[in-house]
């Protein structure tokens, strides 16, 4: 099971601008994700730590996912993003 990361791509972009969207302030939390999700971050920055990994990512970034991952989000600048789950 691995998070994917890399830069948002215009099409990714236009798939996502309209989704639903979340925020969340400097914090840190655990998180389990039953359906795979595919997000595109506007602002923020986090550390995402799983099965003794750790990936960082942030504002223009495109992340997804995998379902049945279980992890801690690290959220060390406010987070904006647009998701759907899958």
């Not at 972009?13 to 302030?25: F, M, P, R, V």
């Not at 795979?36 to 003794?52: I, Q, R």
């Not at 990994?53 to 970034?61: L, N, Q, R, T, Y």
Request: hydrophobic share 35%; with cysteine; proline share 2%.
């Amino acid at each position: 099971m691995q998070i994917k990361v890399r830069k948002a791509t215009a099409e990714d972009i236009a798939l996502l601008e309209n989704s639903q969207t979340w925020g969340c302030d400097v914090s840190e939390f655990k998180w389990h994700y039953d359906e795979e999700e595919f997000c595109w971050l506007t602002a923020g920055e986090v550390v995402v730590s799983y099965n003794g990994e750790s990936v960082s990512f942030g504002a223009g970034d495109y992340v997804e996912f995998p379902k049945g991952l279980s992890c801690v989000w690290k959220v060390t600048k406010p987070v904006k993003k647009h998701f759907e789950f899958r």
